[in-house]
């Protein structure tokens, strides 16, 4: 073999280009046609950048965007915080915290759809009341009437705290292992010099995990910008459009509505909020550094 | 003392708070229907009926639709090792696409999965693998493959390249070197892609949901539609909720040592 590598390449190169990049083209050029599947089975002509201008002017689309923000950006700064919290509660040798660490993992095996459907059932309200309505009145806390799920204003709160309990270990889980790898010589050196806990924290292990975070975040943000699963089995996207994420916009424009062209064009701008929204981070986080 | 206290405490309400979803799913899944519409919280007797009605339900497979996720996700794991294996193998060692592949591999990641599916969709529609089995595996092998190639590469990259290098001078084949030298010493890296990989593929729900009908449907698809199919069979959906989750879980249990890595997408190093 005179080339190697590209010998090895080759398979995941196939793969990547049928099921990722094919879709990405298929989009572009879609995306300047009128097509839709449920009328026609051929595109119904080039039409320029209407479907690009429509959405544009399109009250939903700027919606899904908060919707899509307001939900991602606040969830991973708690989750964020959470689970900075909990790995260093756990990051010391209690008899037993193995036990403990095995258990906080297990809501990262659990699907975000299954997630979404336990807590659909947690939060209804009415016959066979869910448990947390149960408690919330116990402790004097009320619902809105419609339920956490039904009611415009709470509605989304309840698709971040399905996300937060789903994810916040996986944060633990990951920057507890972040913790465990700072190096004994420094966190000696540290000791020797009488750095207290607090200092030893501060200025030697966050300095250590800082680049994890910033990977871990945004894996995690970006899982959350994408959500389409728990905003499924928990609201449809209801009421109204209060948790319409562009993900679910997506979905509806072209699995439901058979808008082939519209959603390209959609598909096309969602790939551009998010290239600026990735290189930005990538800035401000890694500032040049590689991966 | 007193701190360990707290600490303990607060440990505890933690754990306490974590599990409750998973306790009140299997509460609800035990009560008895009478029991739930009522709305009593905790139940006088506990009963196994509605496993018994999710497993045996007239016209709704619920076991095919549990072996085809286990077929799906086994297949799609064992496949996107095979393809991410070689692939990771030529970026660690002969620095194939430099730093720049390894970003790109890194962004696609990162794209929302919606965008794919219209395309896919219709792709599959017209080459006729719309719920079947394989279309399923091959989409789930290409959403593993940056995670299995990222993972794999930093695991290479730590092997020291001496051994294959004495390899290659004793007239080894470089095929040779990769088969009985360098797999055999990345497979704990192997072990945790493969782990990470069959949870993803058993847990994704967007592209079951949409490339699948009745066929190849997997137990998340039937368990989320068991919700609007027997909408008022609370105890029912519960079961079939703690049916789909426990597999996953018990995986997990079983193999977590090597997770953590995989996790963080290779950047933890040990």
Redesign the interface.
């Known amino acids: 073999m005179k080339r190697p590598y590209l010998f090895f390449i080759f398979p995941s190169f196939i793969f990547l280009f049928i099921l990722i990049a094919y879709p990405l083209i298929f989009s572009l050029y879609y995306s300047f046609q009128f097509w839709n599947l449920a009328t026609s089975h051929e595109p119904q002509g080039f039409i320029g950048l209407t479907n690009y201008l429509t959405l544009l002017n399109d009250p939903r689309v700027l919606n899904a965007i908060i919707v899509t923000i307001m939900l991602a950006v606040p969830t991973t700064m708690i989750e964020l915080l959470l689970g900075l919290g909990i790995a260093v509660l756990l990051d010391r040798d209690f008899k037993g915290i193995g036990i403990f660490r095995a258990i906080f993992i297990i809501p990262t095996a659990v699907a975000p759809v299954i997630a979404g459907l336990i807590f659909r059932f947690m939060f209804y309200q009415g016959l066979g009341t869910g448990i947390i309505p149960y408690i919330l009145h116990i402790i004097g806390i009320g619902t809105p009437e419609r339920g956490i799920l039904g009611d415009q204003q709470t509605a989304l709160i309840g698709i971040a705290v399905t996300m937060i309990w789903r994810w916040t270990p996986f944060f633990a889980i990951t920057l507890l292992a972040g913790l465990q790898s700072v190096p004994n010589e420094l966190l000696d050196a540290a000791k020797v010099d009488g750095a207290s806990r607090y200092q030893i924290f501060r200025h030697v292990k966050l300095p250590h995990l800082r680049k994890l975070i910033a990977i871990v975040f945004i894996i995690c943000f970006m899982m959350h910008f994408n959500a389409y699963d728990e905003v499924f089995a928990e609201t449809r996207g209801g009421p109204g459009e209060a948790t319409t994420t562009l993900s679910y916009l997506l979905y509806w424009e072209g699995l439901v509505y058979y808008n082939i062209g519209l959603s390209a064009a959609m598909t096309w701008l969602i790939a551009i909020l998010l290239i600026i929204i990735v290189n930005i981070y990538f800035k401000f986080a890694f500032k040049g550094e590689k991966i | 003392m007193k701190r360990?206290i707290v600490?303990w405490f607060?440990?505890i309400i933690?754990?306490a708070i974590?599990?409750?979803?998973?306790f009140?799913?299997a509460l609800?899944s035990f009560k008895a229907y009478g029991e739930?519409?009522?709305?009593i919280?905790f139940p006088s007797q506990l009963t196994i009926e509605n496993y018994f009605n999710v497993l045996y339900a007239p016209g709704f497979r619920f076991v095919d639709f549990l072996l085809n996720s286990i077929i799906i996700s086994s297949l799609s794991t064992l496949g996107s090792i095979?393809?991410?294996f070689?692939?990771a193998?030529?970026?660690a060692?002969?620095k194939?696409?430099g730093?720049t592949l390894?970003?790109y591999i890194?962004?696609?990641?990162?794209?929302?999965?919606?965008?794919?599916?219209?395309?896919?969709?219709?792709?599959y529609q017209s080459i006729g693998l719309l719920d079947t089995h394989i279309g399923l595996i091959?989409?789930y092998?290409?959403f593993n493959?940056p995670l299995s190639?990222l993972v794999l590469k930093s695991f290479i990259e730590e092997l020291p390249s001496e051994i294959e290098e004495a390899a290659l001078i004793d007239g080894c084949s470089?095929l040779k070197i990769i088969a009985s030298i360098v797999f055999p010493l990345t497979m704990p890296g192997i072990a945790a892609v493969s782990i990470l990989n069959f949870?993803a593929s058993?847990?994704?729900?967007?592209f079951a949901?949409?490339l699948t009908f009745k066929k190849a449907a997997t137990v998340?698809v039937a368990?989320?539609l068991f919700?609007t199919a027997y909408a008022i069979r609370?105890g029912e959906?519960?079961a079939s909720?703690m049916i789909?989750?426990l597999p996953?879980?018990v995986?997990?249990?079983l193999v977590?040592r090597n997770?953590?890595?995989g996790?963080?997408?290779g950047?933890?190093?040990?």
């Open positions: 360990r600490i607060v440990i933690m754990m974590l599990l409750l979803p998973m009140f799913i609800t739930i519409v009522s709305g919280m095979l393809v991410s070689p692939a193998y030529s970026m060692r002969f194939t696409g730093g390894s970003s890194f962004s696609i990641r990162l794209l929302p999965p919606i965008i794919f599916a219209l395309p896919i969709f219709i792709l091959l989409t092998i290409v493959l190639i470089q949870l058993w847990n994704e729900y967007l949901l949409i998340n368990a989320s919700v609370y959906i519960a909720v789909s989750m996953p879980i995986f997990m249990f977590q997770l953590v890595r996790l963080t997408l950047a933890l190093r040990r």
